[in-house]
């Protein structure tokens, strides 16, 4: 017999405790129970709660399904560009960058009110489409400094207002000119809030952003393109954002009015296993005197720990950790064998849990700003940290001997852990200050000192 979504909710503690254990928001909830069922995507949470089995939600409708989409071919009056999501919605708009079909991507919002350039270029944003809250994006133009990777990761951005004239005195050019250099699309005047959301109550959906130099959009085949996508879990993005060949890197940070330096006596050697490295965590760890060695993704052990290294950094990046994890688990493994000091960041974090026999999972909406409340529970100091990741570890299943060492205050998720035996820790979020203020960038520091004391 089924039951009623009221009784469902009511099983799980009331409206709050069920947007919780469902990773939703409470106003998703109050839809759910006004329209009498709960979304399948959610089942597998509910079915692990002691009681309830199959039968008892057969009264939800198995599948979701968006509306009959007519057969479009013209946008409404102004329009040139949509966002067209996997549930059928439609976001008309205006598009700039460049032209093109759409590619499918799991579309996301950033919360960040400045460092556009540096988010479109970290790579750990490969296979989505970024929302900005943000309303004012592109007014300071676009420049070659201030980005993390030579191309843009990212499938396409939307942002509410139209992107205005650069008004910074650092500007090369528009930003919707860069964007048309690199291959991708923008869109314009949309309800930004409306979209942020529905990512907050549904978790992030998969999208293709459409903008044809013809002006002519096949809904139907759009959205059955979003719907086929088969989104980011389980698809290994790393190796594709990961350089090809080893490098050195020596650059440090920039400052007024020099620019970049450059570093001029390295203490210390570390390899950084690039799994979508930003090029400004790369200049922190030389502006903490390390010369970095960064080789790929898919560096054995052998091929790291023949560079002799003090110490080993994994980097941030994008996909899943269980799938990158087949060729990264390995070799981390080890690095710990051999006993070197291990640092990891964002994906590096999450891969070191991995190895070091932890279990990781998929947030519902991820953490992506530059406003993330994370607390360091040693000390209790809070840090608002910088943040982009969909993943995240399970702390229950971490084993003995690994410490729990952050977490966050938005969601209570893991932001952080240590292996004294082991001589490793990570972080989830990105201390490198780039975009987001600079509150944990004494976490190079400690990497450092792990490095200078004996083993």
């Not at 970024?130 to 994006?137: A, D, E, G, K």
Request: proline residues 7%; charged residues 15%; neutral net charge.
């Amino acid at each position: 017999m089924t039951l009623p979504v009221a009784t469902l909710i009511a099983r799980l503690g009331g409206p709050a405790a069920a947007a919780r254990t469902l990773g939703v928001g409470t106003e998703a909830v109050r839809k759910w129970r006004q329209h009498g069922a709960i979304p399948a995507r959610h089942w597998p949470v509910l079915l692990r709660q002691p009681g309830l089995s199959l039968a008892d939600l057969q009264a939800a409708p198995l599948q979701e399904t968006g509306p009959t989409m007519p057969d479009v071919t013209a946008p409404p009056e102004g329009a040139t560009a949509c966002l067209v999501l996997a549930d059928g919605a439609v976001f008309w708009g205006r598009g700039f960058g460049a032209h093109g079909a759409g590619v499918a991507a799991e579309v996301c919002f950033n919360t960040g009110m400045t460092g556009y350039q540096e988010t479109l270029t970290d790579p750990s944003y490969a296979g989505q489409i970024i929302t900005f809250t943000f309303p004012h994006i592109g007014n300071v133009g676009a420049n070659l400094e201030d980005i993390e990777a030579a191309t843009i990761a990212a499938r396409g951005v939307v942002v509410k207002q139209e992107v205005t004239a650069p008004s910074n005195w650092r500007a090369a050019e528009p930003l919707d000119h860069w964007l048309r250099a690199q291959g991708v699309a923008g869109l314009a005047g949309i309800d930004t809030r409306a979209l942020t959301v529905r990512i907050r109550d549904g978790g992030a959906p998969n999208g293709i952003l459409a903008f044809p130099a013809d002006r002519r959009f096949d809904l139907p085949a759009l959205v059955a393109a979003a719907r086929d996508w088969p989104g980011l879990e389980g698809m290994d993005l790393a190796r594709t954002v990961s350089c090809t060949q080893t490098y050195t890197w020596e650059e440090t940070g920039w400052s007024w009015p020099a620019g970049y330096g450059r570093l001029a006596a390295p203490r210390h050697h570390v390899v950084a296993v690039d799994y979508g490295a930003k090029r400004n965590i790369l200049r922190s760890l030389a502006a903490a005197g390390c010369r970095v060695t960064v080789v790929p993704a898919t560096a054995t052990a052998d091929d790291i720990l023949r560079h002799a290294p003090d110490g080993v950094f994994l980097s941030n990046g994008p996909g899943d950790p269980a799938a990158t994890a087949a060729y990264a688990v390995p070799a981390i493994r080890g690095v710990l064998a051999a006993g070197v000091p291990l640092f990891g960041i964002c994906l590096g974090h999450q891969l070191l849990a991995l190895a070091l026999g932890g279990r990781t999972y998929k947030l519902a909406r991820g953490h992506r700003g530059a406003n993330q409340p994370v607390k360091d529970l040693a000390t209790g100091r809070v840090e608002i940290t910088s943040q982009n990741h969909g993943f995240a570890v399970d702390e229950a299943s971490l084993p003995e001997g690994v410490t729990v060492t952050h977490t966050s205050l938005f969601d209570g998720s893991n932001e952080g852990l240590a292996c004294p035996a082991r001589r490793a820790f990570s972080v989830q979020y990105h201390p490198e200050a780039s975009p987001g203020p600079a509150d944990a960038r004494h976490l190079f520091g400690r990497f450092v000192a792990m490095m200078e004391k004996p083993a």
